[in-house]
C-alpha cells in the first residue's frame, strides 16, 4: 500500500510502479471526485463524507477482491486511508474496516507531507496545513491498525521507486531455486 495525505506524491510513485511492471490499483477516491463532478452529483467528500467514504469502501473492497488473481499489487491508498478521513472530518468510521483491513500486507508506504511538491487541484482543494493534519491521522489509523509504517524518502521518483523495491527485498526475499 502506499499513502500518505493529499498531494505527497503518492500517485505518482504508484504510476511508476505500474511502467515498471507491477500491478497497481488506482486511488479510488480521485476517480470518484471525477465522475461525480461529471454527473454534477452532491456525492463529494466536502458535501457528504460519509455518503462518499462508503462509495470508496465498496470500491476499495473490490480491488482487494481483484488483487487475488496476482502474486504482488500495489494500491494507491487503502481502507485506513478512509478510517484517517473519516476520524479527521469527524464521522465515525464503521468498526468492519479494522477487520477489513487485514486483507492487505501488513506494510504501508508512507508519503510524509511535503511541502515543495504540494499542489492543489481540482479534487485536492485541501491546503498543505490540511493536508499535514490528514497525514497526521492517516498515519495514526495505519499505526493502530497494525501496520509497519515505513516513510517514503524524499528525493525523486525513481528513488522512492528503489526504496520501495530494496524495502520488498528485504521483508519478503525470492526463495532460491537451487534450494531443496
Not at 111 to 122: F, G, K
Not at 141 to 148: K, L, Q, R, S, V
Amino acid at each position: 500500500m502506499i499513502s500518505g495525505g493529499p498531494g505527497t506524491g503518492k500517485s505518482t510513485l504508484v504510476d511508476a510502479l505500474a511502467r515498471s511492471g507491477e500491478v497497481c490499483y488506482p486511488e479510488v477516491s480521485r476517480q470518484l471526485i471525477r465522475e461525480q463532478v461529471l454527473q454534477g452529483t452532491k456525492l463529494l467528500p466536502w458535501n457528504d463524507l460519509a455518503g462518499f467514504a462508503h462509495e470508496c469502501v465498496a470500491r476499495m473492497r473490490a480491488q482487494i477482491a481483484d488483487s487475488a488473481r496476482h502474486a504482488r499489487a500495489f494500491f494507491d491508498r487503502g481502507l485506513p486511508d478512509v478510517v484517517g478521513y473519516l476520524r479527521h472530518g469527524g464521522v465515525a468510521p464503521v468498526s468492519a474496516l479494522r477487520k477489513d483491513s487485514r486483507a492487505y500486507t501488513p506494510v504501508v508506504f508512507f508519503a510524509p507531507p511535503w511541502r515543495e511538491i504540494y499542489v492543489n487541484d481540482s479534487e485536492r482543494p485541501q491546503s498543505f496545513d490540511e493536508s499535514v493534519a490528514l497525514s497526521t491521522q492517516i498515519r495514526r489509523t495505519y499505526a493502530e491498525y497494525g501496520f509497519i509504517v515505513i516513510d517514503l524518502e524524499r528525493g525523486s521518483v525513481q528513488d522512492r521507486v528503489r526504496q520501495v523495491q530494496r524495502v520488498l527485498d528485504k521483508m519478503y526475499p525470492l526463495a532460491d531455486p537451487w534450494v531443496d
